[in-house]
């Protein structure tokens, strides 16, 4: 089974903090994905990557960055975190074109801005 | 441009009743369909998918869901609700990106409420 871990189930920061959001994953999987989650908007796309060292911004990447030096490991960065970031946010991975489209997630960071 | 509207935020039914969670989407190629479940402070979990083999889609937990292309529709259904299926349900479309693999459109959800 894939298996995508996330490093915090719940995550508290103040204004301003940098905010590191981690995310593994143990099945070789090329695509990465991270989402933020709100009510009554669904899941909105703001990065993803195709390969290591290789990103792409989504719908809203304002306000955050992504790192992938390696291939299993996808971070997610709020470079000064602001209280509009207050979020669950989940991360994905999937496997290369060819292999099935499905993405997989990981049980999702409930951060909270303060 | 591709787009996924679930036509119901909120559902509720009674334990052993039918479920229908309705959900129309838009494509412009012939795309991959799929429908996630989330159980309350959790990820999604993959119930099914459509990639252009059978229309008909068995998934887990005893849901299915039929592809209908000229009503461009992707209703998910399940014969008899069990309590544990109380979550949000999201109907996402996929299309194959400029890069190398699948974006993904999702629904805003519906939540399904089952009633004892």
């Known amino acids: 089974d894939v298996k995508v871990t996330q490093s915090s189930r719940y995550l508290v920061k103040r204004t301003g903090e940098k905010v590191f959001l981690e995310c593994v994953q143990d099945m070789d999987h090329e695509n990465m994905f991270w989402y933020r989650q709100d009510p009554g908007l669904g899941l909105r796309l703001i990065y993803f990557s195709y390969d290591v060292k290789m990103k792409e911004k989504g719908d809203i990447p304002e306000g955050y960055s992504v790192s992938r030096e390696k291939k299993e490991r996808f971070s997610l960065i709020l470079e000064s975190a602001s209280t509009n970031q207050t979020s669950m946010y989940l991360c994905?991975?999937?496997?290369?074109?060819?292999?099935?489209?499905?993405?997989?997630f990981g049980p999702g960071t409930r951060l909270t801005v303060t | 441009a591709q787009s996924v509207t679930q036509l119901d935020s909120h559902v509720s039914v009674s334990e052993g009743t039918p479920v229908l969670l309705r959900c129309n989407y838009s494509?412009?190629?012939?795309?991959?369909l799929f429908w996630y479940v989330q159980h309350p402070n959790k990820g999604l979990q993959l119930l099914l998918k459509?990639?252009?083999?059978?229309?008909l889609v068995k998934g887990i937990n005893g849901f299915e869901a039929e592809f209908k292309k000229s009503e461009t529709s992707f209703h998910l259904t399940k014969p008899s609700a069990h309590m544990s299926d109380a979550a949000e349900y999201f109907c996402?479309?996929?299309?194959?990106?400029?890069?190398?693999?699948?974006?993904?459109?999702f629904g805003t959800g519906t939540s399904l409420t089952v009633i004892p």
């Open positions: 459509y990639t252009s083999a059978a229309t």
């Open positions: 996402v479309v996929s299309e194959l990106g400029g890069w190398t693999g699948n974006q993904f459109y």
């Open positions: 994905a991975s999937s496997r290369p074109p060819g292999q099935g489209p499905e993405q997989y």
């Open positions: 494509s412009s190629y012939s795309p991959s």
